[in-house]
């Protein structure tokens, strides 16, 4: 058994926060620290009091991508481990967001290396704030690998094109102002305030309308480019019009009316 968890979860109000916990690793993923992001997405999903998530690492790093060593002897870890991800096949890749992303907002706070899979899960996050030492790079090719996280696919459709070709052919680092320059990143703060900010917007996030934040999130998670512009203003509507016939969205006038804070109840 691992003598810590790879991986430790807890609440802060509304709030699902997540750090990877792997430091004399450079918080390299492993099956623990994967079986336990994947337990926690899925309690987002499905807790009604969690209104979004902050996923970070340790204090000067946030993730090395995968154990590379482990992977060369095949390490694959506990049983109990290998029994979760026999049940769940994929377990690895919703862990990193490939796939079935939480419909509630994500954020990012990212101190020193987020390499390979440290930064393919980015492009599963919805707000990124970076501190100025963080180190980026989508490194799989110098090691004869692949970014299965769905970079391929995902990055060229959020940051330009040629950017993205750049940083997945050459795996070159870059820094947290090229990273922001590029568009993989929002906001970039002093060492060791990455955290703290992606807190107070998480804070910003969870005093909102849960019933606007979960339209919004499935506008944004459903309506990709793969659909015409015309179908998803279309299916836009269908998500969105509802909102306004909602008990937030009542709440949210009169408290604009009376020049008073809102009690959203996320109905």
Known sequence: MNKQNHALINTVGHILVIKLNRPEKRNAL??????????????????????????????????????LTAMYVGNQGNEEIIKRMKKVPDLHWQALLRHNRPYKPIIAAVEGFALA?????????????????????????????????????????????????????????????????FGLIGEVVKAG????????????????????????MRSLRDLNEQISEKEALEQELEIGWPVFESEDSQEGLAAFSEKRKPNFKGK
């Open 30 to 67: 492993s099956p623990d620290m994967l079986l336990r992001v994947y337990d926690a997405w899925r309690e987002l999903d499905s807790n009604k009091d969690l209104r979004c998530a902050v996923i970070t690492g340790t204090e000067d790093v946030f993730c090395a991508g995968a154990d």
């Open 193 to 216: 305030e990455a955290f703290n900010r992606s807190m107070e917007i998480a804070e910003e996030i969870a005093n909102n309308s849960p019933v606007s934040i979960k339209a919004i």
């Open 117 to 181: 899979g440290g930064t393919e899960i980015l492009h599963g996050t919805d707000i990124r704030v970076a501190s100025e030492n963080a180190t980026f790079g989508l490194t799989e090719a110098k090691r004869g690998l692949f970014p299965l996280g769905g970079a391929t696919v995902r990055i060229p459709r959020q940051i330009p094109y040629t950017y993205a070709a750049e940083m997945m052919l050459t795996g070159r680092h870059i820094d947290a102002k090229k990273a922001k320059d």
